[in-house]
Every structure is written in structure tokens, then in C-alpha cells.
């Protein structure tokens, strides 16, 4: 090897690493040739609206994951979140603020128990907000009735609709980019200050390197943990709010399957599935990825049963990818 020309193993890393940027130009490029109606404005809009709640709740499960949990409770809080602050709206009356606030809380109420159950139950992560989706899902369906909030047939009860504040968040546009989108990126913004730029993000990292050097260290382990569930938590609480605005209305079904998407998301951004490594950044490219796939299959007339196939068999791939390429990367 010539003086001052990078060792082949830090070449094939470098190609390794920016493998999801490559996969996505790639994969654009030939949905580009496939259908002309894929590179036109409206489409890109409509793919970054799809694409902003996978982001949004992808910004916290990136954290999660760096800290080496996994959230398996996002889709249920979503629909708790959003239908608890749609009745507090329409059947209960109370102004939008006061709404959302009561999502928020909500949203981050259910990531702090989380958080709790894991560190003082000892709970493994994956036990615990497993139990939380069940437990979510259950309330949320008590509070609706089962039925989309408001509901037209319980009409006779309603002291106001949602509030056209709150449909503008989901479906509105400044300057022709969608407010969904701007809210995700604000949302990307908010994570990637907090891996980057605190002692927290630098907490999260070391507790997912290694969870006891990082307890010896003096980080406070427990502390840091129910911290990232409850910040993931009101980021979730964010995204049943944008999706009820869009819904126009709330239900406590909505955000089924959102665990999955955006635990790919943070996998196909190059994040480690085992925590230490990983970014919000990876994260929005591995949304993208997810969104331009779903939304090429859709302009390709592939029937939904098989867009379910193809989703499931790219995050499987993804995974064993991940896998092979963190090998390649430590021997190299």
C-alpha cells in the first residue's frame, strides 16, 4: 500500500457507510424511468406529508435505540395521544391550546411510565413497552368508544369541532411546503441538538455502547432512560396531533404498524439495531427511503397485499445488511 492512500477495508467502510444515501439515489433514479409522474411537484409534496409522522416519531425512536432500548408502544401512544386531545377539543370543549397541551402530556405521561417500568421494574425494554402498546391502545378505545372522535353519531354531544388550527397543522402549507413537514423538521432539529449538543445525547451514546462502563462513569443510567422515553413520548404525542389535523378527526386505530416504520426507518439510516451508534439524520434518509418505496409502489399499481411483501422483505434485508456490514467494519 502506497504512503498516504487509504487502507481497501476503509474504502469498502466508507462505501459501507454511505449506503443508504446510494440505495436512495439509486432506488429514485429508477422510479424516475418507471413512471413520469414520479419526479412531478405535487408527488414530492406528497410524499414529504406521508413521510413527516415516520420522521417525527423516528426522531425519538433514534434516541431510544442509540440508549439500547426499542420503543414498541409509538403507534398505540400516537392514537391515545390524538384521540384524548380530540375529545378534550369536541366533547369536552376546551380550547386548542389546552387540547394539545393535554396531548402532550399524555404522550410523554405514557413514555414516563415506560421509562420507569424499564429502569425501577427492571423490565426488559422490549417487555415493557410491548405491555404499554396493549395498555394504550385499550385506553384509547375506552375514551372514543370505539368510534372516530368527533363522530357524527354522537353528534348531538359535541360542544365543537377540532379546531381548523389543528387541521391546518396536518393538511396546511406555508409557502408551498407542507406544515407536516415543517413540524417534522423541527422535530429532526430538537434530536439532533439533543444527541449532539448535551450531555444527555452523549449519555445515550455511552449507555448504548456499554450500559455498565457508563454507569461506573458516573452517568446516571436511570435517569437518562426514563428521560429518552419521555421526550419520545412527547414527540409521538406531536405526531398523533399532526395526524389528527390531517385525519380531521381521531381514532384509536390510527398509528397501527407506526413502531415498525420507524424502527426501520433508524435501522435503513444506519443506526445500530443494539444501540452506540446511529443519528437522526440516518434516520430522516431512512424515512425517505421508506416513503419513496411505498409511494413508487402505489405509482406502479402493485397491489396492496404485495406492498406489505416487498415492505416486510426490505426490512428484513436491511437488517442482515446491517449486520454483515458492522462485521465487515470491525475486522477491517
Do not use: C
Not at 387540547?99 to 422490549?126: Q, S
Amino acid at each position: 500500500m502506497k504512503l498516504g492512500q487509504p487502507a481497501r477495508g476503509s474504502r469498502l467502510g466508507v462505501l459501507l457507510k454511505g449506503g443508504p444515501v446510494i440505495a436512495l439515489l439509486l432506488l429514485a433514479g429508477y422510479l424516475s424511468l418507471a413512471t413520469p409522474h414520479f419526479l412531478t411537484t405535487g408527488n414530492m409534496i406528497n410524499v414529504g406529508r406521508q413521510i413527516s409522522i415516520n420522521t417525527i416519531i423516528g426522531a425519538g425512536m433514534t434516541m431510544v435505540i442509540i440508549s439500547g432500548g426499542i420503543d414498541l408502544s409509538v403507534g398505540a401512544t400516537l392514537a391515545l395521544s390524538g384521540t384524548v386531545a380530540a375529545v378534550a377539543m369536541t366533547y369536552w370543549g376546551l380550547p386548542m391550546a389546552v387540547g394539545v397541551l393535554i396531548g402532550l402530556a399524555v404522550g410523554m405521561f405514557t413514555g414516563f411510565v415506560n421509562g420507569v417500568v424499564i429502569t425501577k421494574g427492571r423490565i426488559p425494554d422490549f417487555i415493557a413497552t410491548l405491555g404499554m402498546l396493549s395498555t394504550a391502545r385499550g385506553v384509547a378505545l375506552i375514551v372514543s368508544g370505539g368510534l372516530p372522535v368527533p363522530s357524527h353519531l354522537t353528534a348531538t354531544t359535541l360542544k365543537s369541532y377540532l379546531p381548523s388550527q389543528l387541521i391546518w397543522l396536518g393538511s396546511g402549507e406555508v409557502l408551498g411546503v407542507p406544515t407536516a413537514v415543517l413540524v417534522a423538521t423541527a422535530a429532526v432539529v430538537f434530536g439532533w441538538v439533543i444527541l449532539g449538543h448535551t450531555s444527555l445525547g452523549r449519555g445515550l451514546y455511552a449507555i448504548g455502547g456499554n450500559k455498565e462502563a457508563a454507569r461506573v462513569s458516573g452517568i446516571p443510567v436511570e435517569r437518562y432512560k426514563i428521560a429518552v422515553y419521555t421526550i419520545t413520548g412527547g414527540l409521538v404525542a406531536v405526531a398523533g396531533l399532526v395526524l389528527t389535523g390531517r385525519l380531521n378527526s381521531a381514532n384509536a386505530l390510527m398509528g397501527e404498524g407506526a413502531e415498525m416504520q420507524a424502527i426501520a426507518a433508524v435501522v435503513i439510516g444506519g443506526a445500530n439495531l443494539f444501540g452506540g451508534d446511529g443519528g437522526v439524520i440516518g434516520t430522516v434518509i431512512g424515512a425517505v427511503i421508506m416513503g419513496v418505496l411505498a409511494n413508487g409502489l402505489n405509482l406502479l399499481n402493485v397491489s396492496a397485499f404485495w406492498q406489505r411483501v416487498i415492505m416486510g422483505a426490505v426490512i428484513i434485508s436491511v437488517v442482515v445488511f446491517d449486520q454483515w456490514r458492522r462485521r465487515v467494519s470491525e475486522k477491517s
